[in-house]
């Protein structure tokens, strides 16, 4: 027991040790380095199959594709026996399918086929299956302390980071493992005073023409420890822009 103790107690301070010999923007390129070592991300396109599995719901299947070619975005949903598509191009103009045909202004309405819908769903897709890539967007500020805490019971470099009123007003944690500078979760607040918002666990990879992106996204509640979900990715097809 004493040896474990020991050992233990010699691992948490060579983390700590290292989380002081690291800093923020250390930390930030080494984990990109990690996830895009051949510095793709940009002149990508990745098409992608999403299951999405939430407690006491059938599980729902959705193709997504981030075109960082072009700058285009679009996703499918298999939705009560209608397929439904939002399109985003690279000039910022939408638009809509209902079973491969324009929506009527009535479904447009009743089923959120909408221009406000279609980029909510594009900045959400490209940020998350672009982290930890997207640290690098403007408007992102890292703090200058690489924290040493744990996540998921195991030892791991964090990052606060905040972003510009324009961007958003969460507060984020981002988690890497201290050895290879995988991002192996984040958390994020609307108020972190009162504990709210949530934390997403990412388990296995998914490696793709040089990127590794995380394969499983766990959603829990910070406040309850409560699974909202989670997002599996059953197929990762990614084309270079030569």
Request: charged share 25%.
């Amino acid at each position: 027991m004493k040896k474990l103790f020991l050992s233990l107690s010699l691992y948490f301070l060579a983390i700590s040790i290292h989380a002081q010999s690291i800093t923020a923007d250390q930390l930030v390129n080494r984990t990109i380095a990690f996830h895009d070592p051949d510095g793709w991300w940009d002149r990508v396109k990745m098409d992608m199959v999403i299951e999405m599995k939430t407690p006491n719901r059938p599980a729902r299947l959705s193709n997504v594709v981030v075109d960082n070619i072009n700058g285009g975005f679009e996703i499918s949903v298999l939705s009560n026996d209608k397929l439904l598509e939002w399109m985003v191009d690279g000039k910022d103009s939408c638009d809509f399918k209902v079973n491969f045909v324009a929506p009527t202004v009535a479904q447009a309405d009743s089923l959120s086929l909408t221009v406000d819908r279609a980029k909510f769903l594009r900045n959400y897709y490209t940020y998350l299956y672009g982290l930890p890539m997207k640290l690098k967007d403007a408007g992102t500020r890292i703090g200058d302390e690489v924290i040493e805490t744990t996540f998921m019971g195991k030892p791991v470099l964090a990052l606060r980071v905040t972003y510009d009123e324009s961007v958003g007003k969460d507060i984020w944690y981002f988690y890497f493992n201290p050895s290879t500078y995988a991002m192996v979760g984040y958390r994020f607040y609307h108020d972190e005073a009162k504990n709210d918002g949530e934390y997403i666990v990412l388990e296995d990879m998914i490696i793709e023409q040089g990127l590794r992106i995380p394969r499983n996204r766990s959603w829990f509640t910070n406040a309850e420890d409560k699974l909202l979900g989670t997002d599996y990715l059953k197929e990762f097809k990614v084309d270079k822009g030569w």
